[in-house]
């Protein structure tokens, strides 16, 4: 079963009359924060792998034997 638009919009009146404006509006604020620092959180993380591969990385070609 979807939620369809006036479900999602009861919901939200809902919440914010138990709550009240600041505090969903802090909570929000909170929210985008921890979105925030999770995306950073994940680039630092991937970075530091992609570091880490590259300082390992060797040259792992053939060598080519004279033929004399």
């Not at 680039?43 to 792992?60: L, M, Q």
């Amino acid at each position: 079963m979807q939620m369809g638009p006036w479900q999602l919009l009861l919901i939200a009146v809902v919440v914010l009359v138990l709550f009240g404006r600041g505090k969903v509006s802090s909570l929000m604020g909170e929210v985008g924060k921890g979105i925030t620092a999770f995306k950073k959180g994940v680039k630092d993380g991937t970075e530091e792998i992609e570091r880490e591969a590259a300082s390992t990385a060797k040259d792992v070609t053939p060598e080519e034997k004279d033929k004399a």
